[in-house]
């Protein structure tokens, strides 16, 4: 069928030949047909940048220098995809791509929370298009649905499980009863986790995406500096199983919400009512959960990284640049889902103003009148106990865990409560605390 | 904020002003600064069309007529949204809107899916757009998902829960132990079922929903007439038990599958797996689950009907209409996902040629032999059993509820099998059977 085609192809230059460089270029060979089908025009690659060959990928007859400069600059090339990740070559070439006319399409999360406000800018001032639906949860074509299919509603908030080593890690200790060190050494074996696995475990990589959800959800301009990020390698097996006897789920989270102070962003370890259906996404996959005014609630489930899921949103921004490369600059999809001028400076708000519900673990000493200390405690701060669980003492140090929900309090409240709890003589080492979303 | 806005407003009239159009009407009301935040500029009622006032929806200051083709034929109506319903004046009003140049938004699927083909040629002559994002599934963007977010993709298969209805009685049944006739009455008592069911609970509405969905996904053009429909009108709560203990939830499904022979398409009680994702989608709420062969599987999840749901997909919708109005029709997203001449010829298979395994309840008489003689009827047809459950004699007649589930196996061959089954001395009635799907 593609000899109907009157038009010419047009011409792509990939940037990166790893995982995903090559997950693009086969996604694009093999469904060249039904590519064009659809876009009503073929997608050609013309130039290939990779410094080494990708055994995954035969690229004969394909162009291929080692120089990402060449492909930037090369006049052929119509639209520059890249993919060589994080923040300093992948600027250089994205920004002269921009200069250079092209339009960009990117899965470079880092690249995109940290400096997006300036690429989009450039970007604006050359009449070129950004589009990066690859840099937040894979195959799943989610910023698509909140800039463009939830694009009625004013979204009071999202909460996403967008790293799948963490979530990957998280299912293991509750399925399997297993220790979080444990189970990271398995990710690292099977390369779902990094030999340094700081980026996946500690949030960053949640943090850099949730940033750029939160940002085409509400309005504002990209602000990853001011993202609260809280890890997962604190969290023991028994934390997990309390959650579990409580009714809840402990998922690595994103949450944005809008309030009127302002917007919480925060990445932490997060108990969810085990009945809610992002609380049984397990394993590997991604999930992000939206609620707008109109729509309700809505959730995207997918492959959150991996070759060919990415690939398969990297080729969806290219069919959606191609069709927008004859469309005046004014008519498209802003970047960030609301017109530049448009953004608003409802502030980021630091944690200790953000709001939840909490389970606190606290170890206690095993004699009656803990309960009425650690009571009293809270209900002077204006923290309302929801239920309290306490274990007999197993340990031989003779301390009994004592696991309590709270009602919903601001953050600063709750770390004065858990300063003093710690003060008290009962108690002994840290409160551990984790919060509690109702995604309700 | 609106004031910065130098474009002047798109003018929209609304034909029907009942659940749907009274939402719509309220969202771009409420929401209007936001909206016009995204698209870049107002989108405003300039005429509504009501034969009845809607009491959750103050429309002063907005012209009413009661007359249809007068907002069909107000030139200053740039978009006309479709919310009549039903196939006759509905169709008409959109036939006349495109005659009259104007670009259509409607959440009509039984008009798109039996008269799409002649609806979306005629646009394409007069190069006007008509979106139905709010056709299938309510408040999900589950169109622009396939249409979009899955262009590289060759999609394998798509399955969804796409009746609230009939999810709502399914998930009752298997929640309480109730009967189907039972939680009718109650559905319909609560709103959620019309007075004659029928559309819902015989799977129409679905398989109007599946058609839309199969040929957005396939390149193939609507064929409601070829869709095969079963209802869940003869599922009892012995089966829903079964079910379970199998490890299984029956869901009323549209399942779509390409095969080398042709397409499936078929809306029925399926068997899934209890810990997929999409088997804990309960209540009203749909899901579409989408397997690409890039991308893997994703899921889609939200309310699938409602006033304000409903109208968030129209005034997405919308916004997309108000960028793309000025773009090249030959640039804009194909109203099929397809090109128009690349649409193929794979054909739709009867449902005698599709593939599935299946649940299979026998009752038999309570002694020994009845399994060989099963078992030797199903092996001669080369129908591999997975499984066998008996129970004890629980029934005052003596017989006994034999559970089966097979293998893979063509529906004629299955067919054949049963008919031989129930002539069978041992077997009492009908066999019944039930379609399983891994969904993996």
Not at 92 to 110: D, Y
Not at 207 to 220: N, P, Y
Not at 225 to 243: C, F, M, P, W
Request: glycine residues 8%; charged residues 20%; negative net charge.
């Amino acid at each position: 069928m593609m000899e109907s085609f009157s038009v010419k192809p047009v011409k792509v230059g990939i940037c990166g030949l790893g995982t995903v460089g090559g997950g693009t270029y086969n996604v694009l060979k093999r469904n060249a047909g039904e590519i064009a089908r659809r876009a009503g025009r073929g997608i050609e690659v013309a130039q290939i940048a990779a410094r080494r060959p990708n055994s995954r990928c035969d690229t004969s007859g394909t162009p291929v220098t080692a120089d990402v400069f060449a492909v930037v600059n090369n006049p052929e090339v119509d639209i520059v995809i890249e993919l060589i990740g994080g923040y300093t070559v992948a600027r250089e070439v994205v920004m002269q791509a921009i200069e250079n006319g092209k339009h960009v399409v990117t899965a470079n999360k880092a690249l995109i929370a940290v400096h997006g406000n300036e690429i989009f800018a450039r970007a604006r001032d050359k009449g070129v298009i950004v589009a990066f639906e690859a840099a937040v949860a894979g195959g799943i074509p989610v910023i698509k649905a909140i800039r463009e299919g939830l694009s009625a509603n004013r979204i009071n908030w999202l909460a996403g499980i967008i790293n799948g080593t963490g979530n990957f890690i998280l299912s293991e200790m509750r399925e399997k009863g297993r220790a979080f060190a444990d189970v990271l050494k398995e990710a690292q074996a099977l390369g779902y986790a990094e030999a340094d696995p700081t980026f996946d475990v500690e949030g960053i990589d949640a943090a850099h995406k949730l940033t750029i959800l939160a940002s085409i959800a509400f309005g504002i301009p990209l602000q990853f500096d001011k993202a609260y990020t809280e890890g997962i390698t604190r969290l023991t097996s028994a934390d997990v199983t309390y959650a579990e006897a409580l009714g809840y789920r402990i998922k690595h989270l994103g949450v944005a919400r809008r309030t009127d102070k302002g917007i919480e962003l925060r990445v932490h370890p997060t108990l969810i009512p085990a009945d809610r259906l992002i609380a049984n996404v397990n394993g590997v996959m991604n999930a992000v959960m939206v609620n707008g005014d109109a729509a309700g609630s809505t959730l995207y489930y997918g492959a959150g990284a991996g070759m060919e899921p990415t690939a398969s949103s990297v080729v969806a921004d290219l069919v959606d640049v191609v069709r927008a490369m004859t469309t005046d600059p004014e008519n498209r999809v802003p970047h960030l889902a609301f017109q530049p001028d448009e953004l608003s400076d409802h502030p980021i708000l630091p944690i200790a103003q953000c709001e939840s519900a909490y389970y606190l673990r606290v170890q206690a000493k095993d004699h009656p009148g803990v309960l009425a200390q650690v009571a009293s405690i809270l209900s002077e701060r204006g923290i309302n106990i929801e239920s309290v669980m306490q274990k007999e003492a197993e340990e031989h140090d003779g301390l009994v865990p004592m696991i309590l929900l709270t009602h919903r309090v601001a953050e600063q409240r709750m770390d004065d409560a858990i300063a003093a709890l710690e003060a008290l003589d009962d108690v002994a080492g840290q409160v551990m605390r984790i919060r509690v979303e109702q995604l309700a």
